[in-house]
């Protein structure tokens, strides 16, 4: 589904990848930690084609990325579903006209996009906020409705960037929950985070934990303590 190889990355002069290698499957659920710049966000922006390795190969849900035409980029996005660390929202639209954006961009007839967005609406508790302009939203519920739209298509790649970052436990139990939904259903979800606790108490699904340091991905180990 996603498998990065061999790939090197420099930015601003920095070398942030060396021979990054990385397979996730479809369905898997992943948590990636790394500090602030480990390269977290550059990772999910060859993802999504908003950049492009140095060397290398990254095939994306059967997609090559590495020369990809322009033409095909679109279809890959929509392949995608992407919760920003700031959520990039239509900011003159209404909750439900945020949502319902994947919806009609995959040309689903208007029976299916009422019945999703109306059980999402219900889902998230915002059925009563759905018409409001989403810059009258405080970012917790930006964040809400992001989330909702990435995930109501049901594309099989998801992308979280540190999702539940300054807000409050209820709206990130919230949107976790529709993180597990969307790996229930078969999609291969990628979260980084600065550390795992808190994801780790509240995705209820099987996760691997993997770590961003040194331009490569690892394991995570915990730190063992000495008990003597």
Known sequence: MIHFHQVQKTVDGQHLF??????????????????PQSGKTTLLNLIMAFD??????????????????????PFLRRQIGLIAN?????????????????????????????ERLNAMLEFIGLREEQHIEVTRLTKPLRQLVSAARATIHKPPVILADEPIENIDADTA?????????????????????KTF????????????TLTLSEGSIKQYEPEQHNSN
């Open 18 to 35: 060396n021979d990054l290698t990385l397979f996730l499957p479809k369905p898997s659920y992943t948590l990636l930690s790394g500090g």
């Open 52 to 73: 492009t390795p140095d060397q290398g190969s990254l095939r994306v849900d059967g997609l090559d990325l590495i020369g990809i035409p322009a033409g095909r980029i």
């Open 86 to 114: 700031t959520p990039a929202l239509l900011e003159d639209r209404s909750v439900i006209e945020n949502i319902s954006v994947p919806l009609q961009l995959a040309g689903f007839d208007q029976d299916v996009i009422n």
């Open 173 to 193: 139990d919230l949107l976790i929950q529709l993180l597990d939904q969307a790996n229930t259903a078969g999609a291969a979800v990628l979260i980084t985070c």
């Open 197 to 208: 606790e808190p994801y780790a108490q509240r995705v209820a699904n099987n996760y691997q």
